[in-house]
C-alpha cells in the first residue's frame, strides 16, 4: 500500500474515530465507573458498588422525574415533527423566493445562541405586564395571562420546538423536493386536490424521513434539558417540570458545592443511556431501519 494512501486513511478515518473514542467512548466508560463510587465533594473514589443504583429505585422523588421526562419528549415530539412538516409542506408549495424566506426565519432560533434565545422567549412570555404577550393583550383589553407559572410544559414545547423543528424542517423539504414531479402532474391530471397529493403522494413517498426524524429526536430530547434549565429550571414549584436529565444535573453540579453527588448523579446518567439504548432497538425494529439502509435492489 502506497505511503500516501495510508496517510489518507488515517486522516479519513483515524481523525473521526479518535473523536468518537476521546469524546464519546471515554467519558461514557469514565460515568459507568464514578456510577459505582460515592464521589463528592471530596473527589474521593470510594467503591460503593450498586448503592447509588438502590438509592434511585427508592427515591420518592424518581417517578416525579420519569413522568416529567415523557411529558417533555412527547410534547416536544409532537411539536418538532408536525411543525417541521407542516413548515415543509408550506415551503415547498408556495412561490421559491417566500419558500426561502420561510426557512431562513425558522432557522434563527437554531444559529442564536442558547442563552439569548431563551431570554427572549422568557421576555415573550413573562407572565408580568411588562411581556410581550401580556403588554399586546393588556392593549386589547385582555387580562395578562401567567403564561410561564400557569402554562409551563406548554411553553417548554414553544421554547424547545421553535429550535427542533428546524431540523425536521430541512430534512422533509429536502425529500419533498426529490419526489419526481412526474407523479405530483399526473395526479393533478386526474383532478386531484393539493390535499390528497399531500395525504396519498408526498407523506407516504417521504414516511422513512418521517420515521428518522421521529426516532432522532426522541433520542436527542430524552437527554436535552438545556432550555428547561435555563428558563424554568425546573420549576416553578416543587420539580413541576424537573426532567431527569436535568436532576442528573443537579445532583452532580448543585448550587452548593458541598452537597454535589457525582455518584449519584453518574448512576442517573447510566440510566439515561440504558432507557435510550432500549428505545433505539425499538425503533430499529419498529421502524424497519435495516431495511431503510439496505442496498436499494437493481431492477434487471
Same mark, same amino acid.
Given at each position: 500500500?502506497?505511503?500516501?494512501?495510508?496517510?489518507?486513511?488515517?486522516?479519513?478515518?483515524?481523525?473521526? @474515530?479518535?473523536?468518537?473514542?476521546?469524546?464519546?467512548?471515554?467519558?461514557?466508560?469514565?460515568?459507568?465507573?464514578?456510577?459505582?463510587?460515592?464521589?463528592?465533594?471530596?473527589?474521593?473514589? =470510594?467503591?460503593? #458498588?450498586? =448503592?447509588?443504583?438502590?438509592?434511585?429505585?427508592?427515591?420518592?422523588?424518581?417517578?416525579?422525574?420519569?413522568?416529567?421526562?415523557?411529558?417533555?419528549?412527547?410534547? @416536544?415530539?409532537?411539536?418538532?415533527?408536525?411543525?417541521?412538516?407542516?413548515?415543509?409542506?408550506?415551503?415547498?408549495?408556495?412561490?421559491?423566493?417566500? #419558500?426561502?424566506?420561510?426557512?431562513?426565519?425558522?432557522?434563527?432560533?437554531?444559529? &442564536? +445562541?442558547?442563552?439569548?434565545?431563551?431570554?427572549?422567549?422568557?421576555?415573550?412570555?413573562? +407572565?408580568?405586564?411588562?411581556?410581550?404577550?401580556?403588554?399586546?393583550?393588556?392593549?386589547?383589553?385582555? =387580562?395578562?395571562?401567567?403564561?410561564?407559572?400557569?402554562?409551563?410544559?406548554?411553553?417548554?414545547?414553544?421554547?424547545?420546538?421553535?429550535?427542533?423543528?428546524?431540523?425536521?424542517?430541512?430534512?422533509?423539504?429536502?425529500?419533498?423536493?426529490?419526489?419526481?414531479?412526474?407523479?405530483?402532474?399526473?395526479?393533478?391530471?386526474?383532478?386531484?386536490?393539493?390535499?390528497?397529493?399531500?395525504?396519498?403522494?408526498?407523506? +407516504?413517498?417521504?414516511?422513512?424521513?418521517?420515521?428518522?426524524? @421521529?426516532?432522532?429526536? &426522541?433520542?436527542?430530547?430524552?437527554?436535552?434539558?438545556?432550555?428547561?434549565?435555563? @428558563?424554568?429550571?425546573?420549576? +416553578?414549584?416543587?420539580?413541576?417540570?424537573?426532567?431527569?436529565?436535568?436532576?442528573?444535573?443537579?445532583?452532580?453540579?448543585?448550587?452548593?458545592?458541598?452537597?454535589?453527588?457525582?455518584?449519584?448523579?453518574?448512576?442517573?446518567?447510566?440510566?439515561?443511556?440504558?432507557?435510550?439504548?432500549?428505545?433505539?432497538?425499538?425503533?430499529?425494529?419498529?421502524?424497519?431501519?435495516?431495511?431503510?439502509?439496505?442496498?436499494?435492489?437493481? =431492477?434487471?
Amino acid at each position: 500500500m502506497r505511503l500516501s494512501r495510508v496517510f489518507f486513511l488515517l486522516g479519513f478515518l483515524g481523525v473521526p @474515530t479518535a473523536v468518537v473514542i476521546l469524546f464519546i467512548l471515554v467519558p461514557a466508560i469514565l460515568t459507568l465507573i464514578i456510577s459505582f463510587t460515592g464521589l463528592d465533594h471530596r473527589f474521593r473514589w =470510594e467503591y460503593v #458498588g450498586l =448503592e447509588n443504583y438502590r438509592k434511585i429505585l427508592i427515591d420518592p422523588n424518581i417517578w416525579i422525574f420519569v413522568v416529567n421526562t415523557a411529558i417533555f419528549v412527547v410534547g @416536544t415530539l409532537v411539536f418538532n415533527v408536525g411543525v417541521g412538516l407542516f413548515l415543509a409542506l408550506l415551503s415547498t408549495h408556495v412561490a421559491e423566493p417566500i #419558500g426561502y424566506l420561510v426557512r431562513a426565519v425558522y432557522l434563527l432560533p437554531r444559529v &442564536t +445562541p442558547s442563552v439569548v434565545f431563551a431570554f427572549i422567549m422568557l421576555w415573550i412570555f413573562s +407572565p408580568l405586564d411588562s411581556g410581550v404577550l401580556n403588554s399586546f393583550l393588556r392593549n386589547l383589553g385582555i =387580562e395578562p395571562i401567567p403564561w410561564t407559572t400557569g402554562y409551563p410544559w406548554i411553553f417548554l414545547f414553544i421554547v424547545n420546538g421553535l429550535v427542533g423543528c428546524s431540523l425536521g424542517m430541512l430534512i422533509f423539504t429536502s425529500a419533498i423536493k426529490s419526489i419526481p414531479q412526474d407523479y405530483i402532474v399526473a395526479a393533478r391530471v386526474d383532478g386531484a386536490s393539493t390535499l390528497t397529493i399531500i395525504l396519498r403522494i408526498v407523506i +407516504p413517498m417521504i414516511r422513512g424521513h418521517i420515521m428518522f426524524v @421521529t426516532a432522532y429526536q &426522541t433520542l436527542s430530547l430524552i437527554t436535552s434539558f438545556e432550555y428547561i434549565l435555563l @428558563t424554568l429550571d425546573g420549576g +416553578p414549584g416543587y420539580y413541576t417540570t424537573e426532567v431527569w436529565a436535568l436532576a442528573a444535573f443537579h445532583r452532580a453540579f448543585a448550587q452548593y458545592a458541598l452537597s454535589s453527588q457525582y455518584g449519584y448523579a453518574a448512576a442517573m446518567t447510566a440510566f439515561l443511556v440504558a432507557s435510550a439504548a432500549i428505545l433505539t432497538a425499538l425503533y430499529w425494529r419498529a421502524f424497519r431501519i435495516r431495511e431503510m439502509i439496505s442496498q436499494p435492489k437493481i =431492477e434487471l
